[in-house]
């Protein structure tokens, strides 16, 4: 890798002494190709990179190429006021922003403000979500990451200068009828209420570079384990290992896929807080249960939160190192020393890795905040409140995923608290949020993020819901139903029954696919769930509409922004349109080039909006031109390490295309030192114009997959 | 006055080591009898108190009488972490708040989690609110107020020390069903970003006593000018002079009464930003206009922002004093600083006040956040925008009551940003929300704040909900249609005409009552619309009710508490139970004693909860036992300075009773000077055991009321 020069100052010093205060340049010190990095006054000694451990992927990065430092940015500036850190970042007129983490609502940004808090999702695109990451994409290709563990408050394009070099006209609403309740703002202005912070710009030639640079800086993405890209199934939170066995016995008699299996609290002696112990009553012999479940491929995943009960054995010799205020009357661990962490490995070691459970579901590092510590709560490593907020979910995730890697076995789990520099963690976020429409947003905004989300099921009010929620469920990063409150099957709405089990028996026959996708995720930094504006082909203008004047409604006629926010892209071809329950038909904006249904590989459209009606036993998916979509047939359980399947591959299209295939042992880190395959699959036209597909096997003797048969599905 | 010692330190110092943190005793510092004062730390220069420029009531508190600091707060602390102040104030059990600002949502605070902000209101209680005063009432009898700018996060009953006195017992959410999302905390806990504060507590035997010394040391509440108590009604906003006459002699023609109009920004020549003078075309003389009004005894109020448009003759001197970012490209003018005060005072005078302008509205002085000032902004005073921010509404409150307070001319307008020390401003706080059932809330939370609000209506999908939302109006401080974007008239639902007349005429019937109750509020203290948690044999048990776990909408199974925040006092005798559109019955709760339906004086019920089916025409009222209610016989406006009316007296019960009548000039100040009277109203029973009225009325030629009938209510 080409060595920069430690100190390489891209502009000169400017010093600014207009309003009121010292405005400086930023020095920017390039740290990769295409990635910048200044220290602006004394940043935090914790932050998210840090505790994260990021390992850049300079392959990748290097992969992507040198780029020049995004000229637009260089005019950035930065100063300190009453203690706090100010940060101003230029835009240009028609400039599109996305990120600042995973929203719910929207999936531009430009014109909001936020103040980024790790907290539950409460409705409001406010900045309190369960990633809060300080990251923000631009449309005209760069990205700028504020690697700060503190609540900062980012204003992206509200504020208007008195005297700057853009601001508009000024405007009179009594005559005017153009007048605009937000005046054009030239740049993304943000607080940090400390003494200083780092920043890092990325550059892209594409928002998708910017993202990929974000992704492969950060270690790349994550690579689950092959099981869990099938289906998995959290059962009742008071259910015995008996109970569990049989409702997977259930789920097998009945033809529905399973990969693992969700304990919530109940398998632990005490919960909320948590003893991390199992209950001997529900679960005399927890390591036999285990073993059970592995006979059938079926792997588990335990839930806790974090706060230690006082009937835990580590209780006593962890007390230490927890901070002054409880949750659920339960300890908080300040992970930020050695002591605590090596607590937590040897019991969770011993009384789970070690038999054999497959990863964890961690709980409530978000917050709701008003179980959470106080602002006030003061921890043994003298890290404030604030700062410990931000990082704990991702701070667990870390701690969490080294002890599987040390045990050089993969896991995948989920997590309700993150922050930058999370793209390499084994885990998704969920929450109890449940609006429907919504997670899909959540889809679209987590693919600028870093972070991976899933739109889980627990249960609906129609059998319509049931099968539009699993629908989408199982064209998310892990297809969950999580019945631990409600003990809802896939089967519980029987009218809609087979329509469920086929979304999910669909949902195992794309592993190939699918785990492709990851590994674009984790060797180029391509998202797998992606939002609209990611993609190459796809524009549509953010002009808003002029919207109404109404008194109790709209009262400063706020102009309504478009916004592409309930379609997303699994992978390089695959456009989901989910539909809503009450729905019965949508409009899909489909990019340049031609888009075939994937069920029947009819042409839908290209380039266009389309208006479709699709029925209730489908999720509308569209394939791209050229779109290579590797199968299998179908298993009640992802194939274990050894096992082989043909392929089925699916062509859309007309044109000759090829695609590579990953494939490596799906379940270790033997990936990390190179044990892995790509297999190109290619589609050419034969002497008489015939399209003809081909590929040659790898002669890796763990290679997963035999034969393959081509289906041409445009004709 | 009693003098207090310079210093008096009512606790030893008190350091304690534990949290990891130096935690120190406050040194209290009497200052008012009932009022002490604690500097922590260094506190900033700018204060809400300081920027009101309170003038404390010392008659009024003296008379309320000495007390002893409040035992329970002997044990707060403070200290210094991270470069802000934390507080810690100790609760008990059953202990119950109030207060944290004007919410819309909840009265009772304990539990709750607030950053207080200044902001339109969003739909949630967590501190962004139009009044975020830092200030809480107990129902033990105290109340704590934090004088700071900044945007404290108060912790009402969150937290959960590890090591406290009364940390509860940790419990299994798998065994036990009484598990409790929200374990006991013992205190509220405050974090204030800056590196000090003051800190006030009030002493009191009950809550009213708490509220009515925090009113008294901020100078005791406003004394609207009678005409305020009338009706206005706020015309659309391009109405010319003629259009505004018109309607003024409509609302007359149709005898509907008016004491004031309200002009919306097309008064102006330019608005969104300012230019504070008269649009030429539709005010060519405005002098005339406003003498035209006052010749049918109408008052006249002026929208306003703050905000100066480069068309303002004022633009270009006050250029230097204005911050660095505009709200919809006008200047923000930085008003800690004279010159800026003194252009805007030069130029309001002579073109409003001189000419008989009576009152103004102060629109977006507290945010929607998006088109306010970022927090980056700076200031040319060096105040930060943080500060700024938090006092902006309240300075201007203070500015323009001074303007008028120099003609001795009383004022009453509308305000949507303020913040402590605010209740002697004579200001109405209004918004956007338009929820009718939330505004009602307020109406209750308000009297906890040291505010006053208006449930204004403006418009209304059905003529139930129209006549239902002008009914709350007519028994609120301002009882307003604010027609300004779709020229409603309270005529406009024929089908309820009537009945919207009937209780507009009731509010003008009530004058006599209203202006006695705000004289409450200006020498006692009391405020004039009154939660029910500040009524005296009002008490209701805020257990929670414990709640059904529900995986989508309630998965921590929370309980819900027990909250009246849907009916409200006026003044000492009237709860007002509002019915919401779609309702036909409604709960009521009573407090002890004997209460009498207010249109038929029958007994109602007492100390107990009734449902009651009112009917469309009323609005439920009920009159407590000794209500004695002085009424005047119906006139379209306000009577003038010298007019004088009979007062009808109605007595509500069967009980001897005697109740003060306040009155004065209803104009100037020089109420403030002693001139006003009080008289006495005695209800007695006659040998036979007959009630009968008596009063004896003053012998001041300015008292407004001549002969007196008395209609006993109960039979």
Not at 297 to 320: A, E, Q, T
Not at 402 to 420: D, H, I, P
Request: with cysteine; net charge neutral.
């Amino acid at each position: 890798m080409k060595r920069y020069p430690s100190l390489f100052f891209l502009f000169s010093l400017l010093i600014s002494t207009s309003g009121f205060g010292q405005q400086t340049a930023f020095q920017w010190q390039q740290i990769a190709p295409g990635v910048w990095k200044s220290v602006v006054g004394s940043s935090d000694g914790i932050t998210p990179l840090a505790v994260a451990e990021i390992k850049p992927r300079l392959d990748g990065l290097q992969k992507l190429g040198e780029m020049p430092f995004p000229s637009l940015l260089s005019e950035s500036v930065h100063e300190k006021a009453d203690g706090k850190t100010l940060l101003r970042f230029p835009l240009q007129k028609g400039e599109q922003l996305f990120g600042l983490g995973l929203n719910f609502k929207s999936v531009q940004q430009r014109g909001t403000i936020k103040t980024l808090h790790v907290d539950h999702y409460n409705g409001k695109d406010n900045g309190r979500t369960h990633a809060p990451v300080p990251f923000y994409v631009s449309s005209l290709g760069y990205g700028v990451l504020v690697n700060s563990a503190r609540y900062i408050t980012v204003y992206a394009g509200t504020g208007v200068l008195a005297e700057g070099s853009n601001t508009p006209p000024e405007m009179n609403r009594n005559s005017q009828r153009n007048w605009n309740a937000q005046p054009y703002s030239d740049a993304v202005d943000m607080v940090i209420p400390a003494a200083g912070t780092e920043v890092y710009v990325f550059a892209g030639r594409t928002p998708m570079e910017v993202v990929q640079r974000y992704n492969l800086y950060c270690g790349g993405g994550t690579l689950p384990p092959k099981w869990g890209l099938g289906f998995t199934h959290r059962t009742p939170t008071l259910f015995t290992d008996k109970q569990i066995l049989n409702e997977v016995a259930e789920f097998e008699a009945k033809g529905y896929p399973l990969s693992f299996v969700g304990l919530e609290p109940g398998w632990q002696s005490h919960s909320y807080p948590n003893s991390f112990v199992w209950d001997s009553t529900r679960f005399p012999h927890p390591d036999q249960f285990l073993k059970q479940l592995a006979t059938k491929n079926i792997r588990s995943n335990l839930w806790i939160n974090p706060y230690v009960s006082s009937h835990s054995p580590i209780f006593k010799d962890v007390l230490p190192y927890t901070g002054t205020h409880t949750v659920w009357v339960g300890r908080v661990p300040d992970f930020n020393l050695a002591p605590a962490r090596k607590l937590y490995k040897d019991l969770f070691s011993k009384q789970h890795l070690s038999i054999g459970v497959s990863g964890y579901k961690v709980d409530e590092v978000d917050g709701y905040d008003n179980w959470l510590w106080p602002d006030v709560a003061k921890f043994p490593s003298g890290i404030g409140a604030e700062q410990i907020r931000q990082i704990y979910g991702l701070q667990f995730q870390k701690m969490t995923d080294g002890w599987f890697r040390e045990m050089n076995q993969r896991t995948y789990g989920l997590v309700r608290g993150s922050n930058a520099g999370s793209p390499s963690l084994p885990y998704v976020i969920y929450n109890d949020y449940y609006d429907h429409r919504d997670f899909i947003t959540a889809l679209c905004t987590s693919s600028f993020a870093g972070v991976l989300w899933t739109p889980e099921a627990r249960t609906s009010k129609t059998s319509e819901e049931w099968l539009r929620r699993m629908q989408t469920v199982c064209f998310s990063p892990m297809a969950m139903l999580n019945a631990w409150a409600d003990g809802t099957k896939p089967w519980s709405f029987s009218d809609v029954a087979e329509d469920v089990k086929a979304v999910m028996r669909l949902r195992m026959q794309l592993l190939p696919y699918l785990y492709t996708t990851f590994a674009q995720y984790h060797f180029e930094g391509k998202p797998p769930i992606r939002a609209m504006n990611l993609v190459e082909g796809f524009s549509f203008d953010d002009k808003a509409t002029t919207a109404q004047l109404n008194s109790t409604d709209n009262p400063y006629a706020m102009a309504v922004k478009q916004d592409i926010k309930d379609q997303f892209m699994v992978g390089d071809y695959l456009l989901v349109a989910p539909l809503f329950a009450g729905e019965t038909s949508r409009k899909v904006v489909l990019p340049s080039g031609n888009w075939y249904d994937f069920y029947t590989g009819k042409l839908a459209g290209k380039g266009e909006v389309i208006e479709i009606k699709p029925g209730l036993a489908n999720i509308p998916v569209f394939v791209k031109e050229g779109g290579i979509i590797p199968m299998i047939p179908f298993q009640l359980h992802t194939p274990t390490g050894t096992e082989k399947s043909p392929l089925q591959i699916r062509y859309y299209g007309t044109t000759e295309a090829s695609w590579n295939l990953y494939d490596d042992d799906g379940t270790t880190f033997d990936y990390e030192r190179g044990k892995y395959t790509w297999t190109r699959l290619d589609v050419k036209k034969d002497k008489k114009g015939q399209l003809t597909g081909s590929w040659i096997a790898p002669k890796d003797p763990a290679f997963h997959y035999t034969n393959a048969t081509w289906e041409f599905m445009t004709r």
